[in-house]
């Protein structure tokens, strides 16, 4: 999942306007989703990755999906 959630925020960082919003519409969603089934992870900024973004500060309780 997080490396899925990296690859979407790539390309929303690509794309023209309007499709960007066409695309984020539906990561917001997909966001939600993934908040209300995963948890904070304590440990977050002490971990290798890039912490900044929030979708790596999750713990996904052994499954990238949840």
Do not use: C, I, K, N
Not at 15 to 41: G, K, N, W
Not at 50 to 59: M, N, P
């Amino acid at each position: 999942m997080r490396h899925a959630r990296d690859v979407l925020e790539q390309v929303l960082e690509e794309l023209p306007p309007r499709p960007r919003l066409e695309l984020e519409r539906q990561v917001v969603t997909l966001d939600s989703a993934y908040l209300r089934r995963t948890l904070p992870d304590p440990f977050a900024r002490h971990r290798q990755w890039r912490s900044g973004l929030w979708w790596r500060r999750r713990l996904a309780d052994g499954e990238e999906g949840g």
